[in-house]
T-cell receptor, first 114, second 114 residues
């Protein structure tokens, strides 16, 4: 199984809503990542988890809150988002922290904030 | 810090013609190099990677890339493209030592015309 599964595939939420994005992998990878991708732009790193501990937070606003409940799961909790937060949110995992290990990406969650 | 420049934002090519997508990088430390492909409404998929050894790297779907250290380039090539190759292509680097993230270029949109 070389898949990273993200749910939901699409999400529309209001600016006062609270929602969560979910990411799951069963490859035994110990590093997991959240990326944000705006249209016609490359992915931008948001968070890195290594061995279930937050390793990097790329100065992401606190309305985005990551959580790694176990080595297979990564969540992104969303609260009080703005319309400019609408984007494709990609989850990725790798065997260890990047170097010679490949990152596997999920299909993404397309988020629209109204 | 590392940076990646993809010199062409869009490349239109006729079907069965050869194509080259250009990528240059800048880094004060040694890096690994990657090419990822993103099909419409999909996540990213690894095409190929250069870690060490032979500078000519072969990947999936008939793509190959050549690492040129003196020119700090990692151009992607395919001798004969198909309609199904229409996608966004991203060049990326990660540090060899202490890497925790991929640094992406801006992407090249490859459009195959019949």
């Amino acid at each position: 199984d070389t898949e990273v599964t993200q749910t939901p595939k699409h999400l529309v939420m209001g600016m006062t809503n609270k929602k969560s994005l979910k990411c799951e992998q069963h490859m035994g990878h110990r590093a997991m990542y959240w990326y944000k991708q705006k249209a016609k732009k490359p992915p931008e790193l948001m968070f890195v988890y290594s061995y279930e501990k937050l390793s990097i937070n790329e100065s992401v606003p606190s309305r985005f809150s990551p959580e790694c409940p176990n080595s297979s799961l990564l969540n992104l909790h969303l609260h009080a988002l703005q319309p400019e937060d609408s984007a494709l949110y990609l989850c990725a995992s790798s065997q260890g922290l990047l170097g010679n290990t490949e990152a596997f990406f999920g299909q993404g969650t397309r988020l629209t904030v109204v | 810090a590392q940076s990646v420049t993809q010199l062409d934002s869009q490349v239109p090519v006729f079907e069965e013609a050869p194509v080259e997508l250009r990528c240059n990088y800048s880094s004060s430390v040694s890096v690994y190099l990657f090419w990822y492909v993103q099909y419409p409404n999909q996540g990213l998929q690894l095409l190929l990677k250069y870690l060490s050894g032979s500078t000519l790297v072969k990947g999936i779907n008939g793509f190959e890339a050549e690492f040129n250290k003196s020119q700090t380039s990692f151009h992607l090539r395919k001798p004969s493209v198909h309609i199904s190759d229409t996608a966004e292509y991203f060049c990326a680097v990660s540090r060899i030592q202490g890497a925790q993230k991929l640094v992406f270029g801006q992407g090249t949109r490859l459009t195959i015309n019949p």
